[in-house]
């Protein structure tokens, strides 16, 4: 990001030089032609992981919510704490960060459980394991990783409605998508999936699907 940002405010001249530029999603395509890149010069080619053989299990058998991230204002860890003291349902907060000593000081939500840094295979087996995966962020990400280990895992995501994440999640096709920073929509939504057990399944299925066809390392090796 650094070298971009100095090649287009100092160098913008070089930028003739190079073919192409690979993105992640739609949305940062567009951002990144809006009098910078010619479009033509763009590609798009998605973050990956290697595929599992781990089992989706159904949203009813299991347990809590899961927020794996930064605890930090941008991610959202705000509106998140905010919004499960309206929620019975326990919350495993997996990360670290500047706000992790202030937030577990001051919560007095006994449905909130931090965990602090985890290994990789640690945090997957916690989505694997959760009801569903809540990515509250505020501000613009390329392509989270999170959200493609719960794709991967089968585990339903609740996601903001911000930036490249709308490019890769679909509305109750495969994930949820709320308002960012509504405390209120997030909560309903919540209640939504919590009532809702066998269309979230369905959507669950659907996020598996696009993991195996457009997520997965063998895919992407082609791309």
């Not at 939500?109 to 295979?121: A, E, M, V, Y």
Request: with cysteine.
């Amino acid at each position: 990001s650094f070298m971009i940002s100095k090649l287009i405010n100092k160098r913008k001249d070089l930028l003739k030089n190079i073919t192409k530029f690979i993105t992640h999603t739609d949305f940062t395509k567009q951002v990144f032609s809006q009098g910078v890149i010619p479009k033509d010069k763009l590609v798009i080619k998605p973050n990956f992981l290697s595929s599992t053989e781990n089992k989706i299990k159904s949203i009813l058998k299991k347990k809590n919510a899961i927020f794996a991230s930064r605890i930090s204002r941008e991610k959202g860890i705000l509106t998140l704490i905010k919004a499960f003291n309206e929620i019975d349902i326990e919350l495993d907060v997996l990360g670290d960060g500047p706000l992790l000593n202030k937030i577990k000081k001051d919560n007095i939500n006994h449905n909130i459980k931090f965990h602090g840094s985890l290994s990789r295979d640690k945090v997957c087996k916690f989505i694997n394991n959760s009801k569903f995966l809540i990515f509250p962020s505020e501000w613009y990400e390329s392509f989270p990783m999170t959200i493609l280990e719960a794709f991967r895992e089968g585990t339903l995501i609740l996601a903001s409605n911000i930036g490249s994440i709308k490019s890769i999640i679909k509305d109750k096709h495969n994930g949820i998508l709320f308002e960012h920073g509504n405390i209120l929509d997030l909560v309903n939504k919540v209640k939504w999936i919590l009532n809702n057990p066998k269309e979230c399944d369905q959507i669950s299925l659907n996020a598996n699907n696009d993991f195996k066809s457009k997520y997965s390392s063998d895919v992407n090796y082609k791309q």
